[in-house]
């Protein structure tokens, strides 16, 4: 054994010297580089699954976001599958595209299994493009996959914009010391000062902080600086700072007082912005603007994979499986459920994927809400007075089987909804209605709710998953079309709010009036029931004690749909009225 050993140690001090060569009279030792030998033999049968996940799952790499190619190779054959190269290549050229290098494998065997993972990034300065990857899995004996292609598109980074929108003076209440209180700054007078910024770009101002400075040595100022947070597309956010000229200001005009907001990339940032404040008048009254995101320059596709073998198999993003639910610990033996999904009309655009959304929502009904009396209606199902002979407190269909005070009632829609020619009024419709009768055959939101609460249900949750735009749902892959020829309408409804009186009635509608509800491709549902039924699998528990309050879910569905939404094809802001801490569903 010692003999062993000795003769160990002699070959392994002696191989570094086969290497050494001598250079300028020195001497360098090269790495030794062991190729392996390949002997052709039977051949290999490989099989290959990809898959591909960016980091916020949206199918999309935008600017700064990094993603994962993995690549699972399987010998399925009797021979070795010999000096494989992975590679990943670009057909278009973008310095801020980076892929990484390809992998060798030296061999695969019957039965075995190789995972490869490819890191893939966009730089801050991404260009928008679509990117047609070529996936080559080579081998050395000629044995290759046959190609495969990523269509993967990136995004460029889009720029937050932040703007000062407006300011008040307080003189009056406590830290403050006036010496007249009329709205308006004198010198020697300590005042509080409410400045109102609003992000008016295309993306969200991340960390976001403000400064507010001074270059008059004699005008005081306390809390000139701060955090904001993250400030999303059109949103608008408040600070207060306090501001003191002393009697030696006499500047005319416009103050020296000037507002910095920065965010973490520097990026849409206010510069030195000089405030509107002056002394002894009144500043002007803030603007606020709508902003919606520029629907055009974010209309991008989704990756996917190409491929024509039998052997490959692919998968993008970690989209959920909605269609399968777990039952709950949830039982509710006197609740009833009214589904109603209308894809298919007589006279308008389909909205695409309401049907499916009722026959998935029926699902979750069933098994999470714990609700045995589901009754689900869709295209043909939904017309003529469908709504009436349901909902009518009088001679429908409900009131014969809602008990006063006892039964829980839920309802589902998914459809079209539609606006009167003045905004002034949104209609739920059937799939036979004609817009030329839209005060006739359209059902009134408010009589809905004001049925609904006649009723006298124990309680009444409704999950609306339309919008009243008056155009139909759109997604990634389908255009949407205006339903009732009538441009730039803004939906100015009354809509009466039972929720303020009756704690038990909740309501969670799937955008603002006036946005449009998307459909989601992946799901084949829209894109509100989809992030619905993930936050009822248990994705919503935000404090993980196993219950699902409509605060959670409401949160949950609201930031996924907002965030998913602006990568599609324009913002989506889900809505919620009612009781936050009603528990929906315990498991």
Not at 517 to 538: H, I, K, R, V, W
Request: charged share 20%; hydrophobic share 35%.
């Amino acid at each position: 054994m010692r003999n062993l050993a000795i003769l160990f140690l002699a070959i392994l001090f002696t191989l570094p010297a086969l290497s050494q060569k001598v250079i300028s009279g020195k001497s360098q030792i090269t790495p030794i580089k062991l190729t392996p030998e390949y002997k052709r033999g039977i051949p290999p049968n490989l099989f290959v699954k990809y898959e591909f996940q960016d980091k916020n799952s949206n199918g999309i790499l935008e600017a700064n976001e990094t993603a994962n190619l993995n690549i699972e190779i399987t010998n399925e054959g009797k021979g070795p599958a010999q000096g494989l190269f992975v590679k990943v290549s670009d057909n278009i050229f973008d310095k801020e595209f980076f892929i990484e290098d390809g992998t060798e494998i030296a061999f695969i065997y019957p039965d075995q299994k190789v995972d490869v993972n490819i890191s893939i990034k966009a730089g801050l300065n991404i260009k928008s493009a679509e990117h047609k990857l070529e996936i080559s899995v080579s081998e050395h004996f000629g044995y290759d996959m046959d190609p495969a292609y990523l269509i993967l598109s990136t995004l460029k980074f889009q720029e937050p914009e932040l703007v000062f929108s407006g300011l008040d003076i307080v003189d009056a209440g406590q830290g403050t010391g006036a010496i007249e209180e009329d709205g308006e700054l004198q010198a020697g007078e300590l005042v509080k000062v409410k400045l109102v910024i609003q992000n008016i770009g295309q993306n969200i101002s991340k960390q976001t902080t403000y400064k507010i400075e001074s270059t008059d040595n004699n005008i005081y100022i306390s809390d000139g600086q701060g955090n904001l947070g993250d400030i999303s597309i059109g949103e608008v956010k408040e600070f207060w700072i306090s501001l003191s000229p002393n009697k030696r200001v006499t500047t005319q005009g416009k103050l020296p007082v000037y507002l910095t907001v920065t965010n973490d990339y520097y990026r849409g940032s206010l510069k030195e912005f000089q405030l509107p404040i002056s002394l002894n008048q009144k500043p002007p009254e803030p603007s606020i603007v709508e902003v919606k995101p520029d629907i055009e320059s974010l209309k991008q596709q989704v990756a996917r994979f190409e491929y024509n073998s039998n052997k490959i198999t692919a998968n993008v993003g970690s989209i959920i499986d909605i269609r399968q639910v777990a039952p709950s610990k949830t039982q509710r033996p006197d609740a009833i459920a009214i589904i109603i999904g209308i894809e298919k009309y007589e006279y308008f655009a389909p909205a695409p994927y309401a049907a499916n959304d009722a026959k998935v929502m029926k699902e979750y009904f069933r098994n999470v809400l714990g609700i045995q009396k589901v009754y689900i209606y869709t295209n043909d199902d939904v017309s003529g007075f469908f709504f009436d002979n349901n909902f009518d407190p009088n001679f429908g269909e409900l009131q014969k089987a809602i008990v006063k005070g006892q039964t829980d009632l839920f309802i589902f829609y998914s459809g079209h909804g539609m606006p009167s020619k003045d905004g002034s009024t949104i209609y739920l419709f059937p799939s036979d209605g004609r817009i030329e009768a839209l005060d006739r055959q359209g059902y009134d939101l408010n009589k809905l709710y004001n049925n609904l609460e006649a009723l006298g249900a124990k309680s009444v949750t409704i999950f609306m998953d339309a919008c009243f735009t008056g155009d139909s749902r759109a997604s990634e892959q389908i255009e949407t079309k205006n339903l009732v020829s009538m441009k730039g309408i803004r939906i100015q409804a009354k809509v009466v709010q039972p929720w303020l009186s009756n704690p038990n009635f909740t309501v969670f509608n799937s955008s603002d009036f006036n946005e449009t509800s998307l459909g989601f491709d992946p799901s084949e549902t829209g894109l509100f029931t989809y992030y619905l039924c993930a936050g009822l699998q248990g994705n919503a528990d935000a404090n993980a004690d196993n219950k699902i309050t409509a605060g959670e879910l409401q949160d949950y569905v609201s930031a996924q749909v907002m965030e998913t939404s602006i990568k599609i094809r324009g913002i989506q802001t889900p809505q919620f009225y009612g009781n936050r801490e009603m528990i929906l569903s315990e498991y």
